[in-house]
């Protein structure tokens, strides 16, 4: 009897096992068939001429052609079968159809995008771009066609969700330009805080809280010698806005939609060991899978560069080298976009006052498919459009009734993509200002450096000139008093050629002193540490200018610290948890306490400062990303003076506290929480144990094995060396540098760039996450921009029919 169970228990456990060796197979093969390879010979039809492409060990790819539209056939070809999942979400989004590829959840991000008129615009870009760009944007579109029709294992996502991707169009390339300028655009999340702000507590409270320059601002023009100023702007009284929902509008997306702080750091040849330019830049956006860029070298006709491309766009684009210049970006938070409420005609709402009578909304039938359990349904909606914008209140919920948006990159000649094709090609800087004064959506910085010893930079954004001066808040549409007359020239947009100093950097701070920026926040902490980095020797060698990239000494903390031990002196139950601030040199190391003890005491002092006067649904929407920086510009502010009312808690109205007040409590309130959260010994308290990036997947809530395992990251939201993290669920890490590259000027051969956390967006590839860990410590890997002939892997792309 006991020999039968005994054989039957075996058989049991060995069906059991091979069940789980045929699981473990078969989820194997599942995500490995759609995988490419990355060598031996493929017939392309489409293709003119033979292509090469050689892939290094990271798997960035150096595509060389014969022609541009070879090469950008190419360039469409070898991203798709990368990121072709990828690319359809963003162009899904673009198009306002993400809800028939999920469902419900996304319906109402379809109706935002589809109001915005996204894709509107980029047909009417189509028709507006030169015909060399269409020439770029038809060829990549072929290329990523061809691998829509030769590729026999689609991306498992697609057999997940049931789904096959439609043929990519050009004006598909052309709105994933215009999403990416969007995200790049500050007012269109900082106006509807203010207009809560002035909605929630007045006119007088906003005024008081509208952007500030401390003393001796480093702009990016200057190192800064002005005293400290405000914005100044005509407020309407309460009684002339409309009443908004008292919340704020959250749109749920696969694809990055908000912003965060970016660097470029440039130094001349008179400032560095070797006499030539060190060129860094680094975008800092939110790290997922796959990466928002996608690193390529493009090798034909008028082009041989290397950088971050955004998948679905020919050409490369957040930063590059061409073998001639170096350009990055960074966030220029200009005030390009404004809001105006219309005055509806009771016996027409489809018409709108204006100061010549009534005038017809241009009416828009919309139609949202909608993926339900019985197939496919239409959810049809009307968008109205005036003469400033779409009408948005149904999508942003927070803004009064009636209110219509206007964002030059919405007018069908956005020249994102026309601008940065031509940006590829430029050679020096007459030929890089050029470039950009082409696009006209964006707002940003772009950093210039050549090996000719030339270093400069430009400030690109398309500048309203307004009727009567800035509009912080929704304005009265009817009488085109608050209108825009026009542009600011851009030959009068801020820009710098070889400064005097020998160097120049960009922090999202403001590019100079002007009339033009509005209620834009620019917060210079990050900015005065560079200075103080820069101002500390007379010449720096490649590797220290490098190390800058990854400095992590929080200016804001340096601010405080003194503060916090000043007003909680004698304090005994504070004694073991200041005593750690005492000789620290306020860097936000993986290894360090006082980082976690510092964000925890900043971030309770903000709550405890603004929640009673603001509400916590403002302060909480204050939080995400790079619009914390706003009320720690509050702070800094307000901080030398103790008596301020500024700190004054309103809901305790016999008592007026002081600043000294607010920091005890704020340290109190962090010493509670970090005890309950990781015990009574600060010395376990390090920043790395709480400060980490999960990088994930599109689908990873649903599939978690597609997200990476948590990296400890050094840095927070105010070091050059940025570690965002969510105030919602702390300290989880929501974004660092997306992109970086340095190129010394003086030897090529030693290009290193960087973009986590891999190339590939297949689960399994030896590409997925091959480069998360080398970016979670500040590495970069080799560019092979001179020797990328000698690389191993090699594909040839042999022509077949010529379409």
């Known amino acids: 009897m006991k020999s039968k169970k005994a054989r039957v228990l075996t058989i049991t456990l060995s069906i059991i096992l091979a069940l789980v060796l045929i699981l473990v197979a078969a989820f194997q093969v599942f995500f490995r068939l759609p995988q490419p390879s990355y060598s031996g010979t493929i017939t392309m039809d489409g293709l003119k001429n033979p292509v090469e492409v050689r892939t290094d060990d990271h798997g960035i790819p150096h595509i060389f052609a014969q022609d541009e539209d070879d090469l950008f056939f190419a360039q469409g070809f070898i991203t798709a079968r990368e990121r072709m999942f990828q690319m359809d979400l963003t162009r899904l989004a673009g198009r306002g159809e993400l809800s028939a590829l999920f469902g419900e959840s ?43 029709d030769t590729v026999k294992f689609l991306p498992a996502e697609y057999t997940i969700l049931g789904a096959k991707p439609q043929a990519w169009k050009p004006t598909d390339c052309l709105v994933a330009g215009l999403l990416m300028s969007y995200r790049l655009n500050a007012p269109r999340t900082i106006k509807p805080i203010l207009y809560m702000i002035y909605e929630h507590s007045g006119p007088d409270m906003l005024k008081d809280l509208l952007p500030y320059i401390p003393e001796g601002a480093p702009y990016v023009s200057s190192s800064g010698n002005q005293g400290p100023t405000s914005a100044r702007c005509e407020l309407p009284g309460p009684e002339t806005l409309a009443t908004a929902e008292n919340s704020f509008s959250e749109i749920e997306a696969p694809i990055p939609l908000r912003m965060n702080a970016s660097n470029w750091m440039i130094f001349s040849g008179s400032r560095t060991t070797t006499g030539k330019p060190v060129f860094t830049g680094s975008p800092d956006l939110e790290a997922a899978i796959p990466s928002l860029f996608y690193l390529v070298h493009l ?135 050029k470039a950009l004064s082409l696009v006209n959506g964006a707002s940003v910085h772009l950093g210039y450096a050549d090996v000719d010893g030339t270093i400069g930079y430009e400030y690109v954004t398309t500048f309203p000139i307004r009727k009567a001066g800035d509009n912080p808040l929704p304005r009265p549409g009817e009488k085109g008093e608050y209108d825009w007359t026009g542009y600011k020239p851009f030959a009068e947009q801020p820009y710098e050629l070889n400064p005097a100093r020998g160097y120049l950097g960009s922090f999202n701070q403001m590019p100079e002193a002007g009339d033009y920026y509005g209620t834009a926040y620019f917060l210079f902490e990050r900015p005065f540490r560079f200075e103080q980095m820069a101002n500390s020797k007379a010449k720096f060698t490649v590797d220290e200018i490098r190390s800058m990239q990854n400095d ?46 510092f964000n925890s005491f900043l971030t309770h002092l903000v709550s405890n400062t603004c929640e009673n006067k603001l509400g916590k649904k403002i302060v909480d929407e204050l939080f995400k990303d790079l ?15 103790n008596e301020n009312k500024f700190w004054d808690d309103t809901t305790t109205p016999d008592v007026k506290e002081t600043r000294d007040d607010m920091v005890l409590k704020s340290m109190k309130d962090a010493v509670a929480e970090l005890s309950a959260r990781l015990g009574s010994d600060p010395q376990n308290w390090a920043w790395g144990k709480v400060h980490m990036m999960t990088i994930k997947h599109p689908l990873g809530s649903v599939l978690p094995f597609l997200n990476l395992s948590p990296l400890a990251y050094a840095g927070d939201d105010f070091t050059i060396h940025a570690g965002w993290w969510d105030r919602e669920h702390p300290y989880d890490m929501l974004s660092g540098a997306a992109i970086r590259l340095v190129v010394d000027m003086s030897n090529l051969d030693t290009i290193t760039i960087m973009s986590p956390p891999g190339q590939s967006g297949m689960y399994l590839s030896p590409y997925y996450s091959d480069l998360a860990e080398t970016w979670s410590k500040g590495g970069q890997v080799p560019a092979h921009y001179t020797d990328a002939k000698q690389l191993k892997q090699v594909l040839m792309q042999e022509p077949g029919k010529v379409n």
């Open 106 to 148: 996304m319906l109402e991000t379809d109706k935002y995008f589809k109001t915005l008129g996204f894709y509107r615009a980029a047909k009417s870009e189509y028709n507006n771009i030169t015909p060399a760009t269409r020439a770029a944007v038809d060829s990549y579109s072929r290329g990523v066609n061809a691998y829509l």
């Open 299 to 433: 090798k034909g006709g008028a082009y041989d560069v290397i950088g971050g491309s955004i998948a679905g766009l020919p050409g490369v684009h957040a930063l590059g080298f061409n073998g001639h210049i170096a350009w990055s970006i960074t966030v220029g938070n200009a005030d390009n976009l404004d809001f105006f409420t219309e005055k509806l005609n009771s016996a027409n709402p489809d018409q709108y006052l204006t100061e010549d009578g009534y005038k017809d909304f241009q009416v828009i039938d919309e139609t949202v498919k909608v993926k339900d359990k019985d197939g496919v349904r239409d959810e049809k909606f009307k968008v109205k459009i005036s003469r400033h914008g779409p009408i948005i209140s149904d999508i942003m919920k927070e803004m009064p009734p009636d209110c219509a948006m206007l964002w030059p990159g919405l007018l069908g000649h956005d020249g994102t993509v026309e601008g940065l094709l031509a940006l590829n090609r430029a050679t020096n800087f007459d030929e890089f200002r």
């Open 552 to 597: 992590v000494v929080s200016n804001v903390a340096g601010r405080w610290v003194p503060l916090i031990l000043k007003d909680c002196e004698g304090k005994a139950e504070l004694a073991k948890y200041t005593a750690v601030f005492k000789g620290w040199n306020y860097a936000m190391d993986t290894g360090s306490p006082q980082a976690t003890l």
């Open 627 to 641: 619009n914390v920086d706003i009320p720690v510009q509050w702070l800094i502010r307000y901080m030398d003076d």
